[in-house]
T-cell receptor, first 113, second 116 residues
């Protein structure tokens, strides 16, 4: 069975500071990895995904993530955050396309002025 | 392109009552998912449909939850009777079925259910 651990439930940062949201997963098979963002009262939006190939993945809104197979991690980073990045971020894994997504518990990123 | 539509957006009921949620996926998407998102947790898959057939309902509490996708388009999720612990946001998602490619899931805005 797959599981996802998001190590921080809340991350407060100041505007224009860098941020890293941590995600570790466990799986006995190769997986696809995802980061989703959820703004208040909205559904989930895909930020980026790792399917194969380059371990550094770039997504929307200036976010990127690095797949580290040896450490089973997929941490999300942004070099300079904006107030508008305040949202809940979810890491998720899947065995493949059309397989169910298993989500972590989420990290609430709060960007303060 | 229109996104995944869900209704109602909010619902408040008392325990032991029944409730139904509706989802209209993106046109042409063969796969439809229902997720339950309890406050403070990530979404959990309840049921996955491929066209009008069930692919995975292993985490659906079948004694009280039911779902259908007649004609392989829109879908209804029902809870009967509701319990306090069913308070959550119910998310619907859909994805295309593209051979040999990755099929992204697109999420609707969700229905927030409060059981009193």
């Amino acid at each position: 069975a797959q599981s996802v651990t998001q190590l921080d439930s809340q991350v407060p940062v100041f505007e224009e500071a860098p941020v890293e949201l941590r995600c570790n997963y466990s799986s006995s098979v190769s997986v696809y990895l995802f980061w989703y963002v959820q703004y208040p009262n909205q559904g989930l939006q895909l930020l980026l995904k790792y399917l194969s190939g380059s371990t550094l993945v770039k997504g929307i809104n200036g976010f990127e993530a690095e797949f580290n197979k040896s450490q089973t991690s997929f941490h999300l980073r942004k070099p300079s955050v904006h107030i508008s990045d305040t949202a809940e971020y979810f890491c998720a894994v899947s065995k493949g396309s059309n397989y169910k997504l298993t989500f972590g518990k989420g990290t609430l990123l709060t960007v303060n002025p | 392109e229109a996104g995944v539509a869900q209704s109602p957006r909010y619902k408040i009921i008392e325990k032991r009552q029944s409730v139904a949620f509706w989802c209209n996926p993106i046109s042409g998407h063969a796969t439809l998912y229902w997720y339950q998102q309890i406050l403070g947790q990530g979404p959990k898959l309840l049921i996955q449909f491929q066209n009008n057939g069930v692919v995975d309902d292993s985490q659906l509490p079948k004694d009280r939850f039911s779902a259908e996708r007649l004609k392989g388009v829109d879908s209804t999720l029902k809870i009967q009777p509701a319990k306090l612990e069913d308070s959550a946001v119910y998310l619907c998602a859909s994805s295309p079925q593209l051979a040999g490619g990755y099929n992204e899931q697109f999420f609707g805005p969700g229905t927030r259910l409060t059981v009193l």
